[in-house]
């Protein structure tokens, strides 16, 4: 089976930095995606890492290492509109299931 | 991006009733949808892929007779809720890939289900 594991709740300032790390255990492993869900809406993509490194896409970059099962979403400039839920997700190529994460909860104060 | 329409966004239904939920790709064909049921505060849990033209696949613990899916159309499925039962309350959301990228998965609204 897959399983994937984030902290449950982060707090960080506007306009600051913040990294939301994931752990993941897979009998095969094709990429890990990030989702950003905010209160009653449906969940939208971010970013897919299927190599180790860094992808930039704007303020957020996604990291993954897949030698250690793990991978980070990085959120720069924070915004108060970026209070949301993250999740980090493996998914396959193809038609493959996406499995999510337990989820972090981001909370970005003034 | 795809669009993925749900349909409808919230249903309130009496204990032992059935509610149909609609899952529709506006600009793209999708042969396989993915149905996910998540309750307040969690995660989303996959419940079922969705196959065009054949059986879905159930998850684990997943009862494949209460949860009825019907993928007739490379552009419809549907997820019956059949007998519901107040525990079945919870926030049931479609979504489904496009054949260009097949990386990103592309979410239908979700619908808010009570059932009282």
């Known amino acids: 089976g897959q399983s994937l594991e984030q902290p449950s709740e982060v707090t960080a300032v506007e306009g600051a930095i913040v990294q939301i790390n994931c752990t993941y255990q897979t009998s095969g492993f094709y990429g890990l995606s990030w989702y950003q869900q905010h209160d009653g809406g449906a969940p939208t993509f971010l970013s897919y890492n299927a190599l180790d490194g860094l992808e930039e896409t704007g303020r957020f970059s996604s990291f993954l290492s897949r030698s250690d099962s793990y991978g980070y979403l990085l959120l720069q400039e924070l915004q108060m509109k970026d209070s949301a839920s993250y999740f980090c997700?493996?998914?396959?190529?193809?038609?493959?299931?996406?499995?999510f994460g337990t989820g972090t909860k981001l909370q970005v104060i003034p | 991006g795809a669009v993925v329409s749900q349909h409808p966004s919230w249903v309130i239904c009496k204990s032992g009733t059935s509610v149909k939920i609609e899952c529709r790709s506006l600009d793209f064909q999708a042969t396989t949808m993915f149905w996910y049921r998540q309750f307040p505060k969690q995660s989303l849990m996959l419940m079922a892929t969705?196959?065009?033209?054949?059986?879905?696949?159930?998850e684990q613990g997943v009862e494949k007779d209460k949860f009825l899916i019907n993928h007739a159309s490379l552009t419809l499925s549907t997820l019956t809720v059949t007998s519901a039962h107040p525990e079945d309350s919870s926030f049931y959301i479609c979504?489904?890939?496009?054949?260009?990228?097949?990386?990103?998965?592309?979410f239908g609204q979700g619908t808010r289900l009570t059932v009282v």
């Open positions: 979504s489904a890939k496009d054949r260009v990228n097949r990386n990103e998965a592309f």
């Open positions: 969705s196959n065009e033209g054949s059986k879905a696949t159930y």
């Open positions: 997700a493996l998914s396959g190529g193809g038609y493959q299931k996406v499995t």
